[in-house]
Structure formats: C-alpha cells, structure tokens
C-alpha cells in the first residue's frame, strides 16, 4: 500500500508541476499526504522528536516544516544565497561580461567553423565554473560567442545549441546542488569539486565537443540552404541579447569572478593547509575585493556603496525560489521515508541482488524523466538527494560517487526540455523553435548522460 501512495504523491506532484503550479507547494503538498498516510497506516508516529512536540501530530507535521526552515536558511541556504548575490554583483558591476569577452578573443583568429564551435563550447564549459546562472551564461555567449559562430558559417540552431548547453553539468563552488550534494556527503564544496567533479566534467566535456562537431555538422549539411539567412540576422540576435546586460568593465575585472574558487582552493588541503575557508566567507571576502576594484573605477563612494544592494537582491531572490525549493522537496524527501518506501526500495534490491550501481542509474533515469518535465534539475535534486544516504548505506554504495551521478542526471535532463529556462531564453533571441533547439541537443546530450554515468560508476 505505501508503494501505491508514494507512486500517487510522486505522479500528482510532477503532473501538478508540469501544469505550472508552483513547484514549492507541489512538493509539499505531496510531503504531506505521504506523511497523513504514513501516521493514519501506522508507519511513523512522531514526525519531530518528542521534546519538540505540540502534542497533535497535525501540527507536528508542521513544525517539521518550521525546524526545517530554521536549519536550512542558517546553513545551506545561507551558501546559497551568498553564492548567487555574489554572481549578481558580477553581472551588476561587467565582471562576468570582461571575462566571457577576453576568453572569447583567441577563437575569432580561427577559420574552421566547427572547430571554433566545439572549442567554444568548452569555453562555456570553462565560464560556467565561475558563472552560476545557466541563463545568465547563455545570454553572454549570446553576445560574444554565437555571432561569431554564424559569421564563419555554423547554423543558427548549431550556434545555439552550443550556447544552450555550455552550463552543461553543475559544478564547483557557484552552483546550488553542489552546495547541497557536498553537505550532504559530507564533504566541502573544494573536496567534492576536485575529488569528484573536476575529472567527469573534463572527460564529459572532451566527449560533448566532439559529439557537437560532428552532430551539429552532420544536421548543417543537411540544411545548408538556410546558413546564409542565418549570417544576415544574427547582428540582430545580438542586439536582443545584450538589452538590460551590464556592458564590460576594465580587462583586470575578469579576475574578481574567479576569485572565490581561488580562495577555496588555495586554502585548507589544496592550498595554504594552516588556513581554512568556508563558501559564506570566500563569496563575502571576494565581494569586499570587487567592490574595492569598483571604487577605484568609479571614483565615487556613494555608488559603490550602493551598488551592493544587487548581492542583497540576488540573496533575496534565491531565497524565494531555491531556499524554500529546498525545504519543500527535503520535506517531500521526508514524506517519502516516514511511509517506509525508502526501506522497501533498500530492501527489494537487497532480495533481488541488485548492484549499487544498478540502482544508481536507476534514480538517475527518474531524476532525468522529472527535469524534464520539469524543466529544472534543481526540483528533483532538493527531493531525492535528502534520500540518498539512507539508500547508499543499505545497499553498500559510494555516497558521493551516488550522488554526482544523480546531479550529472539533473543537470543534463533540463537540456533536453523545451521548456527549461535556458531553452526558452536562447530560443527566444535566436528565433528558432525550442522544440528544434532541443533535438540539436539531444545527442550531446544523451552521450553526456552516458560519459558522466561510466565516469562517476568506474572511476569512484
């Protein structure tokens, strides 16, 4: 029976999401059926510990949701607004801008046209490090990378599926899940960034180039009448892309985007190991730098002074979509183990005899399916990573290696999703169909998903 509601609560809150209501009260509201059903079926009868009780388990169930929030606004959700008000200030003061712009400068000697695509993807790759907004990262590349690519001969929709896919897997220090991925393992954002991360982003990375050149050459060929009306627009396209966007900075800004990986990985094992550094500290110690270096550019106090109200409202922001994303899929994630299905899951592999690694690309197959239907990684990561432990001690898996299968997963899945973020942004501005843009990426992608799962299973 509880196999039969969890199905219920998972298929109701994924049709609710997929019909744009709110992902937030989705999940908990399918949090809260499995945790009435779970007390009414008699698998769980305290959802907090007694000492923490208000005596009814209806209002217990709410103060779950309360001691939730209080631990994860002071801890994980303090890492993430810090990381992304720090990105906002990047975009707010050019930073993010001069860096895209100085990388980009070596491809525009190239006259190859798909050799210059696939190397500017691995650029993408390279910027996502230090730009945490996929769309934010695509809307530059828009600008500076795709004319260039239609100017030598590259389609539109081959331009823009290199952009599009450019924040390929979440990674390092600027992303959420891996905030949340770290902790939950953990581990530090700077041991599961180089530990785990960095050589399957690498390999998988290598890998896409490649399937792009070829990919997206094999579809142009295909399509060669349409090159030359692509190279007539694009001036346009790049306009669109650069309306409300902070124009460059001065050349030496590309360093302040850089400089919180700096500061994680130069201090504790990586580094100076006397001194330690936590994500909150490097994103607050990196904001001081930036906005010394803006009021040297300025000259004028008031404005710097007051351009650090953009880091405030970035904080704001994420708090308001992924801070209480994560207390609702956690709570869902509750919902699901109080109602004994984790144990069930746990032992029906036990009884059947399945690998950890089966199992793994099993949750990585259902976190695919739901970003994208979703059109976001991050709803379904903040839903089952909370079960991952539970799952990886009973059947004797590698946690951390578990959970960057699952992440890849996430992250890969919204890229094959019409309507993703990212999707609609550079459909938007290049104007061309998402659904087309989505079946360019669909073989870069699909071999992503196959590289990074082999990588995350055999290397770890």
Same mark, same amino acid.
């Given at each position: 029976?509880? &196999? /039969?509601?969890? /199905?219920?609560?998972?298929?109701?809150?994924?049709?609710? &999401?997929?019909?744009?209501?709110?992902?937030?009260?989705?999940?908990?509201?399918?949090?809260? /059926?499995?945790?009435?059903?779970?007390?009414?079926?008699?698998?769980?009868?305290?959802?907090?510990?007694?000492?923490?009780?208000?005596?009814?388990?209806?209002?217990?169930?709410?103060? *779950?949701?309360?001691?939730?929030?209080?631990?994860?606004?002071?801890?994980?959700?303090?890492?993430?607004?810090?990381?992304?008000?720090?990105?906002? *200030?990047?975009?707010?003061?050019?930073?993010?801008?001069?860096?895209?712009?100085?990388?980009?400068?070596?491809?525009?000697?190239?006259?190859?046209?798909?050799?210059?695509?696939?190397?500017?993807?691995?650029?993408?790759?390279? =910027?996502?490090?230090? &730009?945490?907004?996929?769309?934010?990262?695509?809307?530059?590349? =828009?600008?500076?990378?795709?004319?260039? !690519?239609?100017?030598?001969?590259?389609?539109?929709?081959?331009?823009?599926?290199?952009?599009?896919?450019?924040?390929?897997?979440?990674?390092?220090?600027?992303?959420?899940?891996? @905030?949340?991925?770290?902790?939950?393992?953990?581990?530090?954002?700077?041991? $599961?960034?180089?530990?785990?991360?960095?050589?399957?982003?690498?390999?998988?990375?290598?890998?896409?180039?490649?399937?792009?050149?070829?990919?997206?050459?094999?579809?142009?060929?295909?399509?060669?009448?349409? %090159?030359?009306?692509?190279?007539?627009?694009?001036?346009?396209?790049?306009?669109?892309?650069?309306?409300?966007?902070?124009?460059?900075?001065?050349?030496?800004?590309?360093?302040?985007?850089?400089?919180?990986?700096?500061?994680?990985?130069?201090?504790?094992? *990586?580094?100076?190991?006397?001194?330690?550094?936590?994500?909150?500290?490097?994103?607050?110690?990196?904001?001081? %730098?930036?906005? /010394?270096?803006?009021?040297?550019?300025?000259?004028?106090?008031?404005?710097?002074?007051?351009?650090?109200?953009?880091?405030?409202?970035?904080?704001?922001?994420?708090?308001?979509?992924?801070?209480?994303? %994560?207390?609702?899929?956690?709570? $869902?994630? *509750?919902?699901?183990?109080?109602?004994?299905?984790?144990?069930?899951?746990?032992?029906?592999?036990?009884?059947?005899?399945?690998?950890?690694?089966?199992?793994?690309?099993?949750?990585?197959?259902?976190?695919?399916?739901?970003?994208?239907? =979703?059109?976001?990684? @991050?709803?379904?990561?903040?839903? $089952?990573?909370?079960?991952?432990?539970?799952?990886?001690?009973?059947?004797?898996?590698?946690?951390?290696?578990?959970?960057?299968?699952?992440?890849?997963?996430?992250?890969?899945?919204?890229? &094959?999703?019409?309507?993703?973020?990212? %999707?609609?942004?550079?459909?938007?501005?290049?104007?061309?169909?998402? @659904?087309?843009?989505?079946?360019?990426?669909?073989?870069?992608?699909?071999?992503?998903?196959?590289?990074? =799962?082999?990588?995350? !299973?055999?290397?770890?």
């Amino acid at each position: 029976m509880n &196999i /039969i509601i969890s /199905i219920f609560a998972i298929v109701l809150v994924a049709t609710l &999401i997929i019909k744009k209501y709110k992902s937030q009260t989705s999940l908990l509201l399918g949090a809260f /059926i499995l945790m009435v059903a779970a007390y009414v079926l008699g698998y769980k009868t305290e959802f907090v510990p007694s000492k923490q009780s208000l005596g009814l388990p209806l209002f217990d169930m709410f103060e *779950y949701v309360s001691l939730l929030v209080s631990k994860d606004v002071a801890n994980l959700g303090l890492m993430i607004m810090a990381i992304t008000g720090f990105a906002k *200030y990047m975009d707010h003061i050019g930073a993010s801008s001069t860096l895209v712009h100085i990388a980009m400068k070596p491809l525009g000697r190239f006259n190859a046209p798909y050799i210059v695509m696939s190397l500017s993807f691995l650029l993408c790759m390279f =910027m996502a490090l230090f &730009i945490a907004s996929a769309s934010g990262l695509a809307m530059l590349m =828009m600008v500076t990378v795709f004319p260039v !690519l239609v100017r030598l001969g590259v389609s539109r929709l081959g331009a823009a599926s290199v952009v599009s896919t450019g924040h390929l897997l979440d990674i390092g220090p600027s992303s959420a899940t891996t @905030v949340l991925v770290a902790k939950t393992a953990n581990l530090s954002v700077g041991n $599961f960034f180089v530990d785990y991360q960095l050589i399957t982003y690498v390999i998988t990375g290598v890998v896409a180039a490649i399937a792009h050149y070829f990919w997206q050459k094999y579809l142009d060929s295909k399509d060669a009448a349409n %090159i030359e009306i692509d190279r007539e627009s694009e001036m346009v396209v790049s306009d669109k892309a650069m309306e409300g966007m902070a124009p460059p900075g001065p050349a030496i800004y590309a360093i302040l985007p850089i400089l919180p990986l700096v500061f994680l990985l130069g201090c504790g094992e *990586y580094g100076i190991k006397s001194l330690k550094m936590t994500v909150v500290t490097a994103m607050f110690l990196s904001l001081t %730098i930036s906005m /010394i270096f803006e009021f040297f550019r300025s000259k004028d106090i008031k404005k710097t002074f007051a351009g650090i109200q953009s880091f405030f409202k970035g904080m704001g922001d994420q708090f308001t979509m992924t801070v209480t994303l %994560i207390v609702a899929g956690e709570t $869902f994630a *509750y919902g699901l183990q109080a109602i004994g299905t984790v144990d069930q899951i746990i032992a029906g592999s036990q009884n059947l005899g399945l690998h950890s690694s089966a199992i793994t690309v099993l949750i990585a197959g259902i976190i695919v399916f739901f970003s994208l239907v =979703m059109g976001s990684g @991050v709803a379904p990561m903040f839903a $089952f990573t909370p079960l991952m432990p539970n799952i990886a001690q009973g059947i004797g898996g590698n946690l951390p290696a578990m959970l960057l299968s699952i992440q890849n997963s996430a992250s890969l899945g919204r890229l &094959i999703s019409p309507i993703t973020a990212v %999707i609609v942004a550079v459909s938007g501005i290049a104007n061309i169909s998402p @659904v087309d843009l989505v079946k360019r990426n669909s073989v870069p992608v699909i071999v992503s998903l196959i590289v990074s =799962m082999v990588c995350s !299973l055999i290397l770890y």
